[in-house]
């Protein structure tokens, strides 16, 4: 089915402008869980009862931070957030891999 532009314009944009209201919505309740994940993983860090159940939730949280991020570029429209995504996500990477490397080396060596 071929969508004739010139015969109504009027519906063209009224579609644009439905779509648009959705991926905000879709956003906004992205960001709500998002924040609700990051608090439980936060309490997570804080009540590890060891050291790689707080490395993992310390790399739950950057990536959920990662994740925030990149929502909110997509309801902003901005693309500057999603270079700072990609810097923050790199930076949680060597991370991740940096405590990775010291749990493994053990306490003997």
């Known amino acids: 089915m071929m969508l004739n532009w010139s015969a109504n314009p009027g519906a063209a944009a009224s579609s644009v402008l439905a779509s648009a209201a959705g991926v905000n919505l879709t956003a906004q309740i992205s960001l709500v869980v998002l924040v609700i994940a990051l608090g ?8 590890g009862p060891s050291l790689p159940d707080r490395v993992v ?5 950057a990536s959920l931070l990662v994740g ?3 929502v ?3 309801e902003t429209g901005d693309v500057i957030f999603l ?3 990609m810097v923050v996500a790199l930076f949680n990477f060597v991370g991740t891999i940096g405590f990775c490397w010291y749990l493994q080396r053990g306490t003997g060596q």
Do not use: T, W
Not at 57 to 61: H, P, Q, T
């Open 40 to 47: 439980l993983s936060f309490l997570r860090l804080v009540l």
């Open 83 to 85: 270079r700072v995504a």
């Open 72 to 74: 909110s570029a997509v």
């Open 68 to 70: 925030l991020i990149a």
């Open 57 to 61: 939730a310390l790399d739950l949280v």
